[in-house]
């Protein structure tokens, strides 16, 4: 089976922190994402990545960034962690090809900033 | 991308069948319909998806209306594990992403 694994299931950082969530996937997937998760807001793409050094703007870029320098490692990176971007983080990843099938989702980080 | 309306919740007795009902009018020809679920404090996961014949898979089947503008999802004998968000998306296979919306909350009652 696929898996992407997130390598905390919860974190507490202060505002103003640089906060680095990691993602890494073990099945060779071109493409990599970064959502968060809200309640009432559903689930909203951040970044996603479809090659290592490249990444693309999703929904709501705005206060994060992202590094991908190897193919099944894709961190997204809060510069300076404000109290309004606590909140569920959820790394996807999946095959390459421009088709929406087969996302495999990791757990899930659950960050709070206070 | 198609705008989707599903009910926001649902119940169903344990061992019975479920169906989940979306709609999606403004589908283009050429989108799949992805389903994926979220069980209680876990990521997305997939569930099934079509285009235009109905799908089965060991999880779910998919039945898809033939003017395409909705489709329904099959859980053929609901389990408790079966409590989960259920998403229906319908995507290109041009685009790279999944635009999730508020899904429909299934319990499932033992």
């Known amino acids: 089976d696929v898996k992407v694994t997130q390598s905390s299931r919860y974190l507490v950082k202060r505002t103003g922190e640089k906060v680095f969530l990691e993602c890494v996937q073990d099945?060779?997937?071109?493409?990599m994402f970064w959502y968060r998760q809200d309640p009432g807001l559903g689930l909203r793409l951040i970044y996603f990545?479809?090659?290592?050094?490249?990444?693309e703007k999703g929904d709501i870029p705005e206060g994060y960034s992202v590094s991908r320098e190897k193919k099944e490692r894709f961190s997204l990176i809060l510069e300076s962690a404000s109290t309004n971007q606590t909140s569920m983080y959820l790394c996807?990843?999946?095959?390459?090809?421009?088709?929406?099938?087969?996302?495999?989702f990791g757990s899930g980080t659950r960050l709070t900033v206070v | 991308d198609a705008k989707t309306t599903q009910p926001n919740s649902m119940e169903s007795n344990e061992e019975e069948p479920v169906h989940l009902p979306c709609n999606h009018s403004?589908?283009?020809?050429?989108?799949?319909i992805h389903w994926y679920r979220q069980l209680p404090s876990q990521g997305p996961e997939y569930v099934i998806h079509?285009?235009?014949s109905n799908v089965n898979n060991r999880m779910a089947s998919l039945a898809i209306a033939e003017d395409r503008k909705s489709s329904t999802l099959i859980l053929h004998r609901a389990t408790l594990r079966d409590a989960a968000v259920y998403y229906c998306?319908?995507?290109?296979?041009?685009?790279?992403?999944?635009?999730f919306g508020k899904g429909t909350k299934l319990s499932v009652i033992p």
């Open positions: 099945m060779d997937h071109e493409n």
């Open positions: 998306i319908p995507s290109g296979a041009g685009s790279y992403q999944l635009t």
């Open positions: 079509g285009l235009t």
């Open positions: 996807a990843s999946r095959p390459g090809g421009r088709n929406a099938y087969g996302y495999t």
């Open positions: 403004t589908i283009s020809g050429t989108d799949y």
């Open positions: 990545s479809y090659d290592v050094k490249m990444k």
